[in-house]
C-alpha cells in the first residue's frame, strides 16, 4: 500500500487540492474535474494506438534499419525521414515521446529524434491543410519555410551543446522505457 501511495502521490496531492477547491468554489471544482476527464478521455482515446504502433514498430523494424536511415551515418536521409514521420503524425505532443524513446533504444541519431519531435509539433500535415484553408497558402508556406530550417537548426544547437555523457544518459533511460 506504501508503495502504491509513493508512485501515485503527485496523483493524490492534486485530487485532494482538487477536492479543497470544489469545497470553497463549487463552481470553479466541478469545471476542474470536467477538464481533467475530458484530458484523461482525449489521452485515453490516443494513447493505446501510439503503443501498438511502438510495439508494431519494435517488433518489425530492426535495430539496424534504424541505424541505416537514421543512425549516426544517415545524414541528409535521416533528417528527411525524421521530418516525414513526425508530420504525418497524428496526435497530440505527448504521443510523440514514447515513440523517441523506441528510436532510441533502436540507436536513431539524436539530432533526427530532435528533428522528428520537432516535426510532430510544428509541421503536421493536417495542421498544414488546416492553415492553407483559413489562413491562406502564403500564410501556411511562409510558416512551414521557416519552421523547416529552424527545426534543424535547433535539433543541431541541442545536439552540440549536450554533452556526450547527458546525451548518452537520455539513450540508458529510454532502454528502461518498458520497465
Known amino acids: 500500500m506504501k508503495k502504491i501511495v509513493k508512485r501515485y502521490r503527485v496523483f493524490l496531492i492534486v485530487l485532494a487540492i482538487m477536492l479543497v477547491i470544489t469545497l470553497f468554489n463549487y463552481d470553479l471544482g466541478i469545471n476542474a474535474f ?15 494506438p501510439v503503443f501498438v504502433l511502438l510495439g508494431l514498430l519494435d517488433i518489425w523494424v530492426p535495430r539496424e534499419t534504424m541505424i541505416k536511415y537514421m543512425g549516426e551515418g544517415s545524414g541528409l536521409k535521416g533528417i528527411i525521414l525524421a521530418f516525414f514521420i513526425g508530420s504525418a503524425a497524428a496526435g497530440p505532443l505527448y504521443g510523440a515521446f514514447p515513440i523517441a524513446a523506441v528510436f532510441m533504444k533502436k540507436g536513431v541519431k539524436f539530432s533526427n529524434i530532435m528533428i522528428f519531435i520537432g516535426a510532430w509539433s510544428t509541421t503536421k500535415i493536417p495542421m498544414f491543410l488546416f492553415e492553407m484553408a483559413s489562413m491562406g497558402a502564403k500564410f501556411a508556406i511562409t510558416r512551414l519555410l521557416i519552421d523547416i530550417p529552424g527545426i534543424i537548426i535547433i535539433a543541431f544547437i541541442l545536439s552540440a551543446v549536450m554533452k556526450e555523457d547527458e546525451i548518452k544518459k537520455i539513450y540508458e533511460s529510454a532502454e528502461h ?3
Open 34 to 48: 470536467g477538464v481533467t476527464g475530458y484530458s484523461l478521455k482525449e489521452m485515453i482515446l490516443v494513447i493505446p
Open 177 to 179: 522505457f518498458d520497465d
